[in-house]
């Protein structure tokens, strides 16, 4: 085969069910402490490892491991009391100020706001109430002597709900982050009359072409399999194990412009590491969407990290 021909690539995710719970965890975390990388902060634990195939001696080598951010995934009670107390002292801000814009309240006044407190449901809110879990995974590459950043896939609250309300069917958006690329790449569930497994859609900017790419959840399958088809033609899929600990997964790509893309393989790499938490997800959505129709909105709570997402780049300063 000549070297210029491309090559396919094969990726086998080992993920595991709980954070941490894996025999080489230990190691990895030794080595993540000590990373070069600011992308692995001290809410991050382990969740899989990555191995990567040799097409032409069919050697296996470990060569990445996911981390999941604990902290927003997992949010213990005292994270979630921080976050209703914040969120009632706005709203009592916002319920004195329509009495009053400026200044401290009569007696009369403050006997108002009391009663408004009193009736107010937000005010009787209790931290169970609030939804304020989010999916951000992040892949490593690793070696003996340096852990790099590859990427993040993160999820998007905001149009899960607003998608969701209008199909009336839970749809989850993802969006992924690479380095060295000024683009971000929204994945997108989308909602189809009488196709019950999951469709996902997303546009891959590979700095001169614009792939479109469709990630088509089989009909009938031993674990979570997916066909990966690319501007109408299938470029590979995604093999999900069905007896195993975690979600452990094959990601093929076959050989073409895209299999020898470093960012693209990435990108699918981290998508399949999220499927193993799409059920836990969409239970998530639910939840955001029911508050929001039944006039609770607040209880869908939007970290900054998100919104920072949506930043308009071309606002004026």
Known sequence: ????????????????????????????????????????????????????????????????????RTDVWKVDGEEMEDALSVLKDQRRQRLKKEIKKNGRLNAKQQQTLDEKLEADEVMSLEAGDIEKRRLILKLFKTSTDRVRWCGTIEQVTMT??????GSRRNLLTMVVMLPRSEHVTY???NHRTFRIPSVFTFGFYDGKHMHHVELKRKWISIGADFDVNCDGESIGEIDGRLFSFGA????????????????????????TASVGYHKAMRKSVDRRVKA???????CHVVCNEELRLRHNGRAAA
């Open 1 to 68: 085969m000549s070297k210029k021909d491309p090559l396919p690539s094969r990726r086998y995710l080992d993920m595991w069910a709980l954070p941490g719970m894996h025999p080489s965890n230990v190691g990895i975390m030794q080595q993540m402490t000590t990373a070069d990388s600011n992308h692995f902060t001290t809410h991050m634990d382990s969740v899989g490892t990555v191995s990567e195939q040799d097409y032409e001696t069919g050697a296996w080598e470990r060569t990445h491991m996911i981390g999941l």
């Open 160 to 165: 899960e709900v607003h998608n969701s309300i």
């Open 187 to 189: 994945i997108q569930q």
């Open 248 to 271: 452990d997964s094959y990601v093929d790509v076959d050989a073409g412009e895209l299999s020898e893309n470093t960012g693209f393989v990435d990108l699918m790499t981290l998508f």
């Open 292 to 298: 929001t129709l039944s006039g609770q909105s607040h």
